[in-house]
Each structure stands twice: as C-alpha cells, then as structure tokens.
C-alpha cells in the first residue's frame, strides 16, 4: 500500500456518542453508490470535491482528541460510503492500529464483492478492523432496489462473510413507515439477524426528515417530505419483533 494514498473527506466530528463504542472521532468519507431515500447526508455522494488528507495526516488529527475516548473509543469512518474509498481505509486503518486506535467502519455494504482483488482487499481490510457498523435497509431484494437504487444479495453476502470470520457487527435498522416499519420485513429480518453469531448489538433508528434542508440546498428532490416518522407503539413494536435487548454490549479486544 503506498504511503501517498489519499483519502476524500467530506468532514469530522471530534465527540460522536452513537456510532461505536465510547467517544468517538468520527470521519465521513465522500461518495457513496446508493441514493438511499432517507439519507441524511446528501452531500456526501458525489465522489468529486471533498478534502484530500492522507492516513497520517487523518490519525494526527483523531489523535488530538485521544484523552476523551476512555477504554473504548477510537475513530469510527462513515460517510458517504467508507468501503467505497477501501485503499485508503486499508491505510488509514493500518495507522490507527499502529498507535493503538480502536477501529469502526459504519457500513451499508454497497461496495462489497466476495471476488478478485476488491475481496482481498476487504480481507486485509477486516484484519485492522475492530467493528463494524453495518445497516439492513431493508430484507427484500426488490424493495431494497426502491430504497436504494441497487439490491441487497451481495450485501446478505457480506453480512454471511463477517459472520463466517467471526468479526463483530451491530446492526442498525432505519424504521420507516410505509417502507420498512411492516411486520412481515421485520419478522424476516429478525430471522435473518438469527443466523448470525457476530451480532452485539441490534438498533432501531427511527426515520426523521431533518435532512430535508440540505435536500432543498442542493436543489435535490426529496421524495419521503410526506413521510412522518413512526409513533413510539411502532418503535417498541419494531424492538420488540427484532429482539433488541437480546443484543447489548461491546466486547472490546
């Protein structure tokens, strides 16, 4: 891996309290291959513009903040899309750990192909990563194609693969009504999630439309403005069906 390989990035925040264990230094990463309709960070898409930073120059920056993580923070890389830009994730991982930075990738999985070289990077990827924060936006193949713009079998793949190499995930669950929030795709989504022996934690996040703003900003099309997100009987419907609290914790290595 050359040490010049820069990554885009679209922007940090220094105190993250949701994405991983601990405090967190977050990093989004620019561009993404899905156009998720509830997506809360439309300007990270384009795979243009962004801030050219190398893996060095990325780890002196977290490290600033170091004091703050307690026993298990570190950096977590979003985006965007972080498998997206996977050479530099490689790099950028690959310093964390040389100076001892728990590791977190929140993923959708868009890029992932169990195949060729893309998939021996993802191994050596896997082999710096301590977490992963991984997104089931929805169990259907074809409404993952009205959600997302692409199906989800190769997404199932990746999930079977973490399983298969026993590398922690929690698993986050947008609750949209009228999409998602349906007792059918729940119930098989839970069957799903039962196969996997890597779950520590299992998320209901419900949908909000505080992003439609930057929709507006942008000049883009939000197509879920009518969409109200669900009321609490249908989160604790959702928690309840996905066996939540069966998953708790983080095993920290």
Aim: glycine letters at 8%; hydrophobic letters at 35%; charged letters at 30%.
């Amino acid at each position: 891996m050359s040490e010049t390989v820069k990554g885009k990035i679209n922007k940090f925040e220094t105190f993250g309290s949701v994405d991983g264990p601990g405090v967190r230094f977050l990093i989004f990463l620019q561009g993404c291959p899905m156009r998720c309709l509830f997506c809360h960070n439309p300007e990270t898409w384009e795979f243009k513009g962004g801030m050219e930073m190398t893996a060095e120059e990325v780890i002196q920056k977290a490290l600033r903040y170091q004091d703050y993580w307690g026993d298990e923070g570190g950096i977590t890389v979003s985006g965007g899309e972080p498998l997206a830009q996977i050479d530099f994730l490689i790099e950028l991982f690959k310093v964390a750990k040389e100076n001892g930075v728990n590791t977190c990738i929140d993923t959708s999985g868009g890029p992932f192909s169990k195949s060729g070289l893309w998939f021996d990077k993802f191994q050596k990827l896997m082999e710096y990563t301590d977490l992963l924060l991984v997104d089931i936006k929805h169990i259907d193949e074809e409404e993952h194609k009205k959600l997302t713009g692409m199906g989800n079998s190769h997404i199932i793949e990746m999930f079977r693969y973490l399983d298969e190499i026993k590398k922690p995930i929690w698993i986050r669950h947008v609750l949209v009504p009228g999409i998602s929030d349906n007792d059918e795709y729940l119930t098989r989504t839970r069957d799903f999630i039962r196969t996997l022996g890597n779950v520590q934690r299992v998320e209901i996040l419900p949908y909000h439309a505080l992003a439609i703003p930057k929709y507006d900003d942008l000049g883009i099309d939000y197509k879920l403005k009518d969409t109200k997100s669900p009321d609490e009987e249908r989160i604790k419907n959702a928690r309840e069906i996905l066996e939540t609290a069966k998953y708790t914790g983080y095993k920290n290595k």
